[in-house]
């Protein structure tokens, strides 16, 4: 949003341009002195010191604790995207059946889960799987953390396909009906596939969700990049400087997904017969950013 | 089942750990709603400085677990660096409720900036075109005119964040905050026998907690809604 144009300002005149000047040289010498605040409060108490960043020039650093950590995070991430894409998928067209016990059923499952914090899912699958199942070892936190994120996101993607589907012109469907398929035909070559692609944007940013909710396996021992950063710390003694660098690592790779949800959206936009995109974003969906964007990944 | 149900409402404290979350949920809303419109007013502010400070602010805050801002919180300030927030002589378990809420309200102000910043955005430009064409000033379009659209236009994301905080909040579980996930899992590992009963009763509470505020924004959203 560039100054010139904005709903609450108008283009400024000399005189505004004057006094906006004061503000951001008064601004920047204000967001100059927190940051001096915190830094020399950081400094203060030893966190720049050279012992304690030392550790990541030191390749094992890496190859030990953060890569194996950041793979364990991928892992499940990938896994639990895959399944949640499937699921969702069905579940969506589940919730579209011309059947009412279906479409009944995929919506009471799709409500119920969405309204259940991930960590809990992730703490009750762990423990089936450990007291139901009988697994341990590795697999255990690994499959706790792929069910715990699969049953949320796949009910969130479910919601998205409905979306995307109610998104889609009427023609489509009447058009499908009108060709001689049967509904479930209609929806699954005609309606599912638009739908998945308007909604693309949303899904690459439900993928940004998975990568962060995955640092929630940290409570089921699941040794991902936050509990391997963690276990470094607690060897090095630098607390501070790794969650910096961990937290550094999940912001450049969810900053590169929500750059590709971006393009995706405004590429789908500036597809000249394309579907329309959906004017409002249905209530209550922890998935469609809560702002305007659809490429926003929320809170959950 | 059901008698399950009973013996574990009798042997643990539901209640109180869901009065946590529900306590958790209202301060850190508020706190959250606090730095966010903070946050808003930067983002769509007409100085530069303060825009970039706004978006930087959204983006790096966006894009970290909320898992890895709680343990900054309760593991580097509180723990490492001897941080107290407020009164130094409280227990353990106050210090940790407060740095818990101190992370939840700082991740969730990024996504009240963006539901705030797309009310507004949701204000068409002839709005405030038209308004200054009849001669309001800048006090009276914001006021009269441009707010009061755009509060309605963020009543359906805000209520999204606010069930999205009201979910996190067990992610202070994991530095010990006596909520619903940490009993949840205290209740499993001492009665694994009745692993379902438990997932019932504490999903359940979840379902109680965020349903009506579903409803109630879904409605807010509905009868104020804009007509354009």
């Excluded at chain 2, 869901?18 to 007013?41: D, E, H, Q």
Aim: charged share 10%.
């Amino acid at each position: 949003m560039s100054a010139e144009s904005s709903v609450l300002f108008d283009a400024p005149g000399p005189r505004a341009r004057r006094r906006y000047m004061v503000i951001a040289i008064v601004g920047s010498l204000g967001i100059l002195a927190l940051l001096y605040l915190v830094i020399s409060a950081l400094a203060a108490k030893g966190q720049f010191t050279a012992a304690k960043w030392s550790p990541f020039l030191d390749p094992v650093t890496w190859t030990s604790y953060l890569l194996p950590g950041l793979r364990a995070t991928l892992v499940a991430a990938f896994f639990s995207v895959i399944l949640a894409i499937i699921c969702g998928i069905l579940l969506g067209m589940g919730r579209l059946s011309e059947a009412a016990p279906v479409r009944w059923a995929c919506g009471v499952f799709v409500e119920f889960f969405r309204a259940v914090p991930v960590l809990m899912m992730m703490l009750f699958a762990y423990y089936v799987f450990l007291f139901g199942f009988q697994i341990s070892g590795e697999a255990l936190p690994l499959l706790g953390v792929i069910a715990g994120l699969t049953f949320y996101n796949s009910c969130v993607i479910a919601e998205l396909i409905r979306s995307g589907v109610g998104a889609l012109p009427k023609g489509q469907l009447e058009a499908g009906l009108a060709i001689g398929l049967t509904p479930f035909a209609t929806l699954r070559l005609v309606l599912l596939p638009q739908a998945i692609t308007i909604m693309l944007p949303s899904i690459v940013s439900q993928l940004i969700v998975i990568l962060k909710d995955s640092a929630l396996g940290f409570l089921i021992l699941y040794p991902e990049l936050v509990r391997s950063g963690q276990t470094l710390a607690s060897l090095e003694g630098n607390i501070i400087p790794t969650f910096m660098v961990v937290a550094a690592i999940f912001i450049i790779i969810n900053y590169l997904l929500t750059r590709l949800a971006h393009y995706l959206e405004r590429r789908l936009q500036t597809r000249r017969r394309g579907p329309r995109l959906p004017q409002a974003q249905p209530l209550r969906s922890p998935s469609m950013a809560p702002g305007g964007a659809m490429a926003a990944s929320g809170p959950n | 089942m059901l008698n399950d149900l009973s013996e574990l409402l009798a042997e643990y404290n539901v209640p109180a750990a869901f009065w946590m979350t529900i306590k958790l949920t209202v301060v850190s809303a508020i706190g959250a709603l606090l730095i966010g419109t903070i946050i808003a007013i930067m983002r769509v502010s007409p100085v530069a400085v303060f825009r970039s400070f706004g978006t930087a602010y959204v983006t790096l805050v966006r894009n970290t677990p909320l898992t890895l801002i709680v343990f900054f919180c309760a593991f580097g300030f509180y723990i490492t660096l001897q941080y107290r927030l407020g009164s130094q002589d409280s227990p353990i378990d106050v210090q940790n409720f407060r740095w818990g809420v101190l992370a939840l309200a700082v991740y969730h102000a990024a996504f009240v900036a963006e539901a705030l910043r797309s009310g507004i955005n949701s204000v068409p430009k002839g709005q405030a075109e038209a308004a200054r064409a009849i001669g309001l000033d800048f006090g009276a379009t914001l006021s009269n005119v441009v707010l009061p659209q755009a509060f309605r236009g963020a009543i359906a994301p805000l209520g999204n964040v606010l069930i999205a905080l009201t979910k996190n909040t067990t992610v202070v579980a994991t530095i010990g905050v006596a909520e619903a996930s940490y009993l949840m899992k205290g209740m499993i590992e001492f009665r694994p026998d009745l692993i379902y009963a438990i997932f019932v009763i504490m999903a359940t509470g979840f379902v109680i907690l965020t349903l009506p505020v579903g409803v109630l924004f879904t409605t807010l959203s509905r009868r104020l809604a804009v007509r354009r």
